[in-house]
């Protein structure tokens, strides 16, 4: 008898469980136009009430993977190795990670977005080198991958379109905050861009999609669970997005903070991030035998110079001009530089990510909608944070701005962002945990 959609959504309205055959039914009906917006926002609204099975949320993250382009990154020799953030305030963590990961000779295929919202995202940070191409075809990306060990790409091609469809609905039918239908949209990408082994990068906090560290580890445990069920080494780390990852919030600035790291000069937070991240990716590589050498191994590519070598060498082989990784500086064009400065003494306590990044968005540094233009050179460098001392008239933060009227704007909310008082903040973990998979 014939799948009808009317009998799914009935079903899981009433609380049942869908068929692998069901959920390719309706992902593949969807993709082709062939069943309506309105059945599969039903649907969408059934499963946020009822829920999905871990097997349904598998079914539904291979359905979508395979409803449009694969990549197939057989070629490419070794262990291919893929990460992805959910998602923060002063994320520049792949500029840094990919790098060192490729310095220790294995390879980094990396598909990474635009972004909306407080800076751009990856591809436009890497856009701040002149020449930069973030638009490769799938043989120069696979060719570059090869032989530098990293490439970042914007999409190439048509990858998991059943979930671009699906993301885009349920943004409009408040069906968006449902950790399995989230957790199968994110890995239905990770799965089409083909690596073999995938880290995936959870915060958790105010700046954070999931702003509560329980939902974080759901999400985390969800993604685990799809990736190790469709065959790829998966592993999550989730940290504190509370507040700013780094001091530096803004593209110009944020790819300068990652070339301090590279050498070995970064900000604390950042390091460790990357040094988690790292290791997961090594170990589940059988590149080192536990973490302790991983980390090690990680250390030995900053200390010799030999990640920020492979940084511009990956930097050139997409056509950018390199030399700015050794003067990075060099990027910035603002008309003014303005301190901001504390209106008392005392400890910093909170730090609302959301609107630190929300006052870089609005001098320029982000999208404010899909067509914006933006300003890669401003944005905001925090000179304290959680926990530091800061006496009245000392500066906070430092805007970098092409017009004063938004420089004023920013000030003032950078301001009521910051939290000053006259105890020391509890320390918290920056990082709050690994998720692997189940053995
Ligand atoms: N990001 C995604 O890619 N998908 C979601 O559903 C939520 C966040």
């Known amino acids: 008898m014939a799948m ?21 039914y309706f992902v593949n009906g969807y993709t082709r136009g062939e069943i309506p917006d309105y059945q599969v926002s039903a649907l ?66 990396k598909m990474s977005g635009r972004g909306l919202g407080h800076t751009g995202g990856t591809i436009d940070k890497l856009e701040s080198f002149p020449g930069f191409r973030t638009a490769l075809s799938e043989d120069e990306f ?58 995936l990068d959870v915060k958790t906090g105010s700046g954070a999609f999931m702003k509560e560290e329980k939902d974080a580890f759901r999400l985390a445990e969800e993604m685990v669970q799809i990736g190790t069920g469709a065959g790829k080494k998966t592993v999550a780390v989730v940290s ?68 920020l070598e492979k940084f511009a060498e990956f930097i050139r082989a997409q056509g950018g001009d390199d030399a700015f990784v ?10 003014e530089i303005h301190d901001v400065r504390s209106e008392k003494s005392g400890y910093v306590f909170r730090i609302l990510s959301d609107e630190i990044g929300t006052a ?22 925090l000179k304290k944070k959680v926990g530091d001392y800061v006496e009245a008239g000392e500066s906070l933060a430092v805007i970098y701005s092409n017009s004063g009227e938004k420089t004023k704007e920013a000030e003032e909310r950078i301001l009521a962002s910051i939290s000053i008082s006259d105890t020391k903040p509890p320390v918290r973990p920056f990082i709050k945990g690994i998720v692997a998979a189940h053995k």
């Open 240 to 307: 504190d997005m509370d507040q700013p990852l780094g001091y530096a919030v803004g593209n110009i600035l944020e790819v300068i903070e990652a070339v301090d790291t590279l050498r070995g000069k970064g900000p604390k937070d950042l390091y460790e991030l990357c040094e988690a991240l790292g290791s997961c990716i090594l170990t589940e590589a059988g590149a080192a035998s536990d973490r302790m050498t991983a980390e090690k191994m990680l250390r030995e590519v900053i200390s010799s110079g030999a990640a």
């Open 44 to 109: 969408m609204m059934a499963i946020y009430f009822q829920k999905m099975t871990d097997e349904e949320t598998l079914d539904l993250t291979l359905a979508m993977a395979d409803s449009g382009d694969k990549l197939d990154l057989s070629e490419i020799k070794g262990i291919k190795a893929d990460k992805h953030s959910t998602g923060g305030v002063g994320d520049k963590t792949s500029l840094v990670l990919a790098p060192m990961i490729a310095a220790l000779g294995l390879k980094m295929a």
């Open 4 to 24: 009808r959609m009317y009998d799914l959504i009935l079903k899981k309205r009433n609380g049942g469980s869908l068929s692998k055959e069901e959920i390719e």
């Open 326 to 335: 050794y003067e990075p500086e060099k990027l910035l064009q603002v008309k």
């Open 360 to 381: 870089s968005m609005l001098l320029g540094g982000g999208r404010q909608t899909k067509d914006s233009v933006i300003d890669l050179s401003v944005g905001i460098v």
């Open 142 to 199: 696979i060719r570059n991958v090869s032989e530098v060990g990293m490439a970042i790409t914007g999409q190439t091609g048509n990858l998991a379109p059943a979930d671009k469809k699906m993301y885009a609905l349920r943004d409009v039918t408040a069906t968006v905050d449902n950790i399995s239908l989230i957790a199968s949209s994110i890995m239905s990408k990770k799965l089409a861009a083909g690596a073999d082994v995938i880290v």
